[in-house]
Structure formats: C-alpha cells, structure tokens
C-alpha cells in the first residue's frame, strides 16, 4: 500500500512539473518565433512627397499622409502604433484621420517594457500579437525624448494595403498648446499568398509580420519646430527640438 501511495504522489509531482514547465515555455516558444519567423520592414507610412532620411520623416500638425508596402502582393489587418510624449499625451483630446475621430486618450497608456507593442495576443481588443517589435530605447532616442516617460496605443486602421499608396488626413487635436510629438509608425500580416502559413509558429497565434522601420515611418512636431529645422538633418534635429522645448 505504501508503494502505491508513492508511486501515486510522484505521479502526481510529476505532472505538476510537466504542466508548469510547459506553461513557462509558452511565451518562450513565442519569443523565439521572432527569430524563426521574422519581421519584415515593408510598409511605409510618410508624408506625402516626402523622401526617406533613415530617420522618422519630419513633418507638421495636419499632416497628408500615405500608407503602402514595398513588398509582394498585400498586407492584411493594418494598425497603426502611435507613439506620443509626455506634454502631448497630458494635453490629447483625440487623434483623427480623415477628419474622422481614429484614438483618443483612454487609448493610449505609458510605455514600462523595454520593447513594444506586446508580443502576445489580447483578445478584448482583436490584437493579433507582433512578431515586430521596437526597442523602447530606441523609440525615445529618435523622439529625443531620452529619460522622459513617452505612451503609445495601437488601433486597427485599413484591412489591406498594396504597393499603391492609400491616402489620409492625420491630426493630433489638443486641449492646449503643447510642444507636441507624435511618432507614427505601421503594422500588419502578409496575406495567404506571402507567407500566412509560415508564421503560424506557434498554434492559435497569427501575428504581425511586417511594419515600418524608423526610416520608413513619421514624426509629426508642431509646425513652428518643423520650419525652424526644415533644412537640417534628423540627427541635429533631435537635439535642436529637444533644447526650443527645453527653453520654453
């Protein structure tokens, strides 16, 4: 009887170890879709007429936009993260497209992780989960915004785009005046056709393999910082930006 009573409670211990070792693996296992996988910077999200820098293109408050990829065939479920610094996420009434409501502030919450957005799914929203990820650090090094809080919100925002351009209107709309910093940034799926299938790593996930890269996204500013450094190049733009709103 003491021999079954054993083999019962190491049975047991057992398959206690087993579940809590695959529970632990599961995010693990997702991580490393990441690299199995891959995340390809395919889709531009710039201003109108503008041309790349290999920074966030610089641009002012409306702003016409344009979104597409540069890839094969087309991007399926588009959301666009957003990025804001402090004095614009204190002072955010909404933030439209098209002259149509797209996020307000409840949107948008402070960044705490080291990267983002999320790698796991959340089904309250319909987020899928991203294989792309941007380095926090990097994020506020292009926002020259190094050592300050910064917030982001993702939202779904067209369900495809092509090598055509799709055209917008974008705004930030204030309570008040802010020295204002919205970087711009896009995200999405290769449909069917262009690897679906190959990014299902891990099972019940299907994430974003594609979005921008810095170079191919945008930074909007208000339009008095925009004139006074239009012809300068992005990287003495951090640092000119940075000292007028440290000045005021």
């Known amino acids: 009887m003491a021999i079954r009573m054993k083999a019962k409670t190491l049975s047991l211990v057992l398959a206690i170890v087993m579940s809590s070792i695959v529970l632990s693996t599961l995010p693990t296992a997702f991580a490393e879709c990441q690299t199995t996988c891959g995340c390809r910077h395919t889709i531009k999200v710039i201003p109108v007429g503008s041309a790349e820098t290999g920074d966030p293109i610089v641009t002012s408050n ?68 991203s294989l792309c990820q941007y380095e926090v650090s990097a ?62 790593c891990v099972p019940n996930y299907n994430p974003f393999n594609a979005c921008s890269s810095f170079s191919k996204s945008t930074l909007v500013v208000p339009e008095v910082a925009t004139l006074a450094v239009a012809a300068a190049p992005f990287g003495a733009l951090g640092l000119l930006y940075t000292f007028k709103r440290r000045k005021k």
């Open 62 to 129: 409306p702003t016409s936009m344009m979104i597409f990829h540069t890839g094969g065939g087309k991007i399926i479920n588009v959301w666009l993260l957003l990025v804001l610094n402090e004095p614009t996420y204190n002072a955010l009434d909404k933030i439209t497209t098209n002259g149509t409501a797209f996020m307000s502030k409840t949107d948008f919450k402070q960044v705490t992780t080291m990267k983002i957005p999320p790698i796991d799914p959340d089904p309250m929203t319909g987020y899928p989960g």
């Open 139 to 200: 994020i506020k090094d292009k926002m020259g915004e190094e050592g300050n809080k910064i917030y982001y919100g993702v939202k779904s925002f067209l369900r495809e785009i092509t090598n055509s351009p799709t055209y917008f209107e974008f705004e930030a709309e204030l309570t008040a005046p802010a020295n204002l910093e919205v970087l711009v940034l896009a995200m999405g799926k290769y449909g069917v056709n262009y690897g679906e299938t190959s990014i299902r």
